[in-house]
């Protein structure tokens, strides 16, 4: 309920504020999204699985972003930048997949 | 071991003696130590009441960031390079190069064409421009046209020795031309390449038409040069002079007019060379 609640404020507001993003975060942006949408996703499985916890899921979301970002960063410092961002997406995109029918498993047992 | 077995005794009986003084001490329901109740209990639940609402609190300014960040990726994917790869980026380079060579070559055959099309109207023109000049000149060499122009004005009276004769008078023109006239008339006859001057009662006859002193000369050319032709000693000016006993006036002018112009012959078997 909170989960949606603030996704809705905060696509709400970025479509009505519309800031600059510095320049520096402008690379990592997207990975930060997909990251937490990975988050979201197994936080909807476990809360599905009725072992939804406040604490893993705030921890598993900002370990995501930031395990993401600095994978990225460490990649552009060693000139594998690109490569690794693909990585990462490719990685993140697997755990979505497989948490989103993990999901859907539970939905259309029952 | 009776010894041994009292004293055991002893120690026990008095070990437990303590204990029960130590229980009697201990005591807490006397009413001299008012029982403090611990809220363990109370404090966990507000405890968890806390950490419940401050989690989904958090829960909810994360997913916030998330909604936000996705929002504002969704306005900013479109308009910056600073996310592409470099592979896009070189061919992105490559790309647009090669358009641009091939906007500059088309370009340079536009102006080489702009170009051919100016030099073929400038060739035009200037044909025009011959054509226009060359109208004049042969326009004025054949006495179709009238002139006007720097020359002289040369007057020869009736001569008191004798007449002038048709000889004198092509020598006097023969003379000018020799000075290098452009343009000129006797009376008011033309003078062109096919003018005869012949003797005739009265007067001279010139392309058909009778002459009567005075003779009139309008001559366009330098007209130092001109005079000079006349007047020169020895010349046909001092001829008429001496031997006709007429009087021969010079008058140069900055602009002598000449008006009568001259029929343009038809050439009936000359062609022009293609």
């Known amino acids: ?110 | 071991m009776p010894m041994s077995g009292k004293r055991e005794h002893d120690l026990l009986s008095k070990m437990h003696s303590q204990h029960a003084a130590d229980k009697e001490n201990d005591r807490m329901d006397t009413g001299s130590f008012p029982i403090v109740r611990r809220r363990p209990r109370r404090r966990g639940v507000t405890n968890e009441v806390r950490g419940h609402v401050a989690s989904s609190i958090l829960i909810v300014v994360l997913c916030a960031m998330l909604g936000f960040g996705y929002a504002i990726q969704l306005n900013n994917t479109t308009s910056t390079y600073e996310t592409m790869s470099e592979d896009e980026l070189t061919r992105l380079i490559t790309e647009t190069s090669t358009q641009v060579q091939n906007l500059q070559q088309r370009k340079a055959e536009l102006s080489s064409q702009l170009k051919s099309l100016q030099e073929a109207a400038n060739k035009q023109e200037e044909a025009k421009r011959i054509a226009k000049q060359n109208e004049d000149t042969s326009g004025l060499l054949s006495g179709r046209l009238p002139a006007v122009g720097e020359g002289v004005v040369i007057r020869v009276t009736r001569g008191t020795k004798e007449k002038v004769d048709a000889s004198t008078m092509f020598q006097l023109l023969e003379e000018l031309r020799n000075a290098g006239v452009e343009v000129m008339a006797i009376n008011s006859v033309r003078v062109v390449t096919s003018t005869y001057i012949a003797d005739a009662k009265g007067g001279l006859l010139c392309d058909g038409v009778l002459l009567k002193a005075p003779y009139t000369v309008k001559a366009i050319g330098d007209s130092q040069n001109l005079q000079n032709a006349v007047n020169i000693a020895g010349g046909v000016g001092s001829r008429l002079k001496v031997k006709f006993g007429a009087q021969v006036s010079v008058v140069s002018s900055n602009s002598v007019q000449i008006n009568e112009i001259a029929q343009v012959e038809q050439y009936s078997y000359a062609k022009t060379v293609e």
Request: no cysteine; hydrophobic share 60%; aromatic share 10%.
């Open chain 1, 1 to 110: 309920m909170a989960a949606v609640l603030g996704l809705i404020i905060g696509v709400v507001v970025g479509i009505f504020v519309r800031p600059d993003i510095p320049i520096v975060l402008q690379p990592y942006l997207p990975i930060m999204v997909v990251a937490a949408l990975d988050a979201l996703l197994g936080a909807a499985r476990s809360y599905f699985e009725r072992s939804f916890s406040d604490k893993v899921f705030v921890i598993s979301f900002v370990s995501n972003v930031v395990t993401a970002t600095l994978l990225v960063l460490l990649g552009n410092q060693l000139g594998v930048g690109s490569q690794l961002q693909t990585a990462v997406i490719v990685v993140l995109g697997i755990r979505i997949f497989s948490n989103v029918s993990a999901i859907r498993r539970f939905i259309f047992r029952g």
